[in-house]
């Protein structure tokens, strides 16, 4: 039930999703949402975030640990601007789309939000002071990249349309380059590795990723 109401939440948003829906594409029986989820959707939802919000966050880890953050940063933003493409633009954010419907409602679902997108941060700005940056250099682009990023995902999605996202990758790898150095030690002795190191199944927000 979780995996399901993640990739619901990326597609339809909390609203939108029911019970029914969650349980009839999950294969779960009717009855076990009470048993496991007693707090009820809000819980569920909440559960969803957090699990979709560490495994992205394993993701970037990854990625900027085998690359120069520029290069991971450029290839993030390509990949999930074709997977948005392919998916008919159905397939955005669950962590931005609850958080643009609940946060300002829901204590639940504002934290839960937080503690992925505050996640997220934090391993942006850990690689990029590995590059150099001083940490409150580093936090400040952590967060131009963050906020670029899901911007330029909003973006494409809305005008149905790769280029913005595209366009914000491109942009913010430029700025990275300019002010971090090349090589690092979060590199390994990989010379740095090319963009194409970013993993392809995790950035679709898998939940059992």
Known sequence: MIRTMATLLRRQGYAATGWRQVIAE???????QAHHFPGGKQ??????????????????R??????HPADAVLAW?????????ASGWVDGC???????????SSDTLAAACAIALT??????TEAIAAHGAATPEAA????????????GLLLSRATRNPGPLRTVGSELA???????????????GTGGATASAVPDTPIRYETGI
């Open 26 to 32: 999950s294969g779960a029986p009717w009855g076990s």
């Open 43 to 60: 819980q569920l939802a909440a559960e969803a975030v957090a699990i979709a919000g560490s495994a992205y966050q394993r993701m970037l």
């Open 62 to 67: 990854a990625a900027l640990e085998s690359s």
């Open 77 to 85: 933003a390509d990949l999930a601007a074709s997977q948005l493409e």
């Open 94 to 104: 669950p962590v931005a789309t609850v958080a643009l419907e609940e946060a300002a």
């Open 119 to 124: 996640g997220w941060r934090d391993a942006l």
């Open 140 to 151: 400040s682009l952590a967060t131009l990249i963050l906020a670029g990023m899901e911007g």
């Open 174 to 188: 430029t700025a990275l380059r300019a002010r971090l150095q090349p090589v690092s030690a979060s590199s390994r």
